[in-house]
C-alpha cells in the first residue's frame, strides 16, 4: 500500500510537472486542433447534402482508351510490360496484400462501393482490395505540412454545390498509376490527385479524377469513372479479404482447421501442389 | 470451401483416406508449399492462354470460396481416358460479385461429377481459368459474366 501510494504520488507529481511545463512552455498547447463532438445541427446539415446512399457498382474501366501521358523513360517500361503480359508473364503490381492504393482505389475497382457521410466527413467504403476505405474530411482542414505517407494518402474535401471536390496528397511513392492488374508504373513521388465526384443522373454517380504524377507523366491524367446506384440487398457488401484466395482450408495433424499457402505460378495462379516446379 | 463434414475429405485420388494417409497427403502439401511463391492476391489472368479452351472431366475436391478469386479443385483429366491429377480451376472473380452473378458456396460441391471448359495454363501445368462448367448430374451450367471494369481492359479482360 505505501508502495502504491509511493508510485501514484511520483505519478501526480509527474503529471503536474508536464502540466506545468506543457502550459507554460507551449504555445502549441492552446492551438491542439481536436475534433468537436458534432451538434444535433452538425447532423440535421448532413440531409441538406445529396443522397449517394446504396451500393455502386462500377462502371466499365478503359486506361486503354485514355491512357496517362507517360514520360518518355515510363512510357519504354509501359510497352516492355504490355509485351511481357502479352507473352503471358505478367508483372502483378498488387502482390503480397498491400493496399492497392490511390488512384487505384477508383480506377481499378472491380467491385462495389459505399460512401457514408458524417459530420465533418465523408467514407469511402470498397469491397475491392479487402475491404480499404478512405477517409475525406470536410471539417475545413488543411493537408498535414509534412504528411506521413500512405497508401490511399491525405485527402481533404469541400462541397461545390451538389459536387465534393477531394484533394489527396501523402501518397506513398510506390502506389502504381495502373493500365490493368499486370501493367503499371509507380508514380514514384509528389503525387497530387483532384477528384470531382458528383451525381450526373439518379443512380449515376460520377468521379472526374486529375492525376498530377510529374515523375512519371509530362501532363495531367483525366480519368474518370462512373458507378451505377443499386439498393437491392442481394448487392449488399460483402467481406472481402486480399489474398485469403492464395491459402487452402486445410486440416493440421490435430485435426485443427487451418489455412496452408497455395503454391503459385510466376503469374499468380494457383497450382496444385505437385505442380509447383516446372 | 471445407469439405462437407459428414464424409471424410478425399485423399488427392479421389478416395476416402485413413487419418495417417489424410497426414501424409497435408505433409506433402505443407513441404511444398514454401515461402517462395509470389502472393499475387489481385492478379492479371495473362498466365492463361485465352485463345485455348480444353474441357476438364472430374469429380470436384473442394470449392474454394474465396477473396479474390474463388477456385475449383478437380480431380480429373483433360484427356479423354486420362488418370484423375489434382487440377486447380479459377473463377475470374471474388464471392461477392460471384454472389451478384447468381453463384453461391453452394454451387459446386465436393464430389459432384463436373465438366470445365477452361483457358489452360500456357506452360502446361494443370491450372486454368473457368469459362464453363457443367454439374453433369444435373446438366446445370455455370458461367461468370464480365466484371465490372475489365470488359475492355485487355489482356486481364477475361
Not at chain 1, 486503354?64 to 508473364?89: C, F, I, M, Y
Not at chain 1, 443499386?230 to 493440421?252: K, M, N, P, T, Y
Request: aromatic fraction near 6%; include cysteine.
Amino acid at each position: 500500500m505505501i508502495a502504491l501510494n509511493r508510485t501514484r504520488a511520483a505519478a501526480l507529481a509527474l503529471g503536474a510537472a508536464l502540466t506545468l511545463g506543457w502550459a507554460a512552455g507551449s504555445a502549441q498547447a492552446q492551438t491542439l486542433a481536436v475534433n468537436p463532438a458534432p451538434t444535433a445541427a452538425d447532423w440535421s446539415a448532413l440531409a441538406k447534402l445529396p443522397d449517394w446512399s446504396g451500393v455502386w457498382i462500377p462502371g466499365q474501366y478503359a486506361p486503354a482508351k485514355s491512357p496517362p501521358s507517360w514520360t518518355p523513360d515510363a512510357a519504354a517500361q509501359v510497352a516492355e510490360l504490355q509485351a511481357e503480359e502479352a507473352a503471358g508473364r505478367p508483372r502483378n503490381i498488387y502482390v503480397n496484400c498491400l493496399p492497392e492504393g490511390m488512384p487505384s482505389f477508383v480506377v481499378m475497382n472491380l467491385n462495389t462501393s459505399e460512401i457514408l457521410f458524417t459530420p465533418g466527413r465523408v467514407t469511402i467504403l470498397n469491397e475491392f482490395d479487402g475491404n480499404r476505405l478512405r477517409r475525406i474530411y470536410t471539417d475545413g482542414r488543411g493537408h498535414p505540412e509534412d504528411p506521413d505517407l500512405t497508401f490511399n494518402g491525405h485527402s481533404i474535401g469541400r462541397w461545390e454545390g451538389d459536387t465534393l471536390v477531394v484533394d489527396t496528397i501523402g501518397i506513398v511513392p510506390q502506389s502504381y498509376l495502373p493500365l490493368g492488374q499486370g501493367v503499371g508504373i509507380p508514380n514514384n513521388g509528389g503525387m497530387h490527385i483532384v477528384e470531382r465526384i458528383h451525381l450526373t443522373a439518379p443512380d449515376t454517380l460520377r468521379i472526374d479524377m486529375v492525376v498530377e504524377a510529374p515523375k512519371v507523366l509530362v501532363a495531367p491524367w483525366r480519368i474518370s469513372r462512373e458507378y451505377k446506384r443499386s439498393r437491392e440487398r442481394a448487392r449488399d457488401i460483402l467481406e472481402a479479404s486480399c489474398r485469403q484466395g492464395d491459402f487452402l482450408e486445410d486440416v493440421d495433424a490435430h485435426g485443427n482447421a487451418i489455412f496452408s499457402p497455395i503454391p503459385h505460378d510466376d503469374g499468380g495462379a494457383p497450382l496444385p501442389p505437385d505442380q509447383a516446379r516446372k | 470451401m471445407s469439405p462437407r463434414s459428414d464424409r471424410p475429405p478425399p485423399d488427392i485420388n479421389g478416395y476416402p483416406m485413413t487419418r495417417s494417409a489424410r497426414n501424409a497427403a497435408i505433409a506433402l502439401w505443407l513441404a511444398t508449399a514454401g515461402a517462395a511463391w509470389p502472393a499475387a492476391a489481385h492478379h492479371s489472368f495473362a498466365m492463361y492462354d485465352q485463345t485455348r479452351i480444353v474441357t476438364l472431366r472430374g469429380t470436384v475436391k473442394t470449392f474454394q470460396w474465396s477473396n479474390p478469386h474463388a477456385l475449383i479443385w478437380v480431380l480429373g483429366s483433360v484427356a479423354p481416358d486420362g488418370a484423375p491429377e489434382l487440377w486447380s480451376v479459377e473463377l475470374s472473380t471474388s464471392p461477392g460479385n460471384l454472389s451478384r452473378m447468381g453463384w453461391s458456396k453452394h454451387s459446386v460441391e465436393p464430389g459432384d461429377k463436373i465438366a470445365i471448359d477452361l483457358n489452360p495454363l500456357r506452360d502446361g501445368r494443370h491450372g486454368g481459368s473457368l469459362k464453363r462448367a457443367t454439374l453433369l448430374a444435373t446438366g446445370k451450367v455455370l458461367t461468370t459474366a464480365p466484371v465490372a471494369g475489365q470488359v475492355d481492359a485487355k489482356p486481364d479482360a477475361k
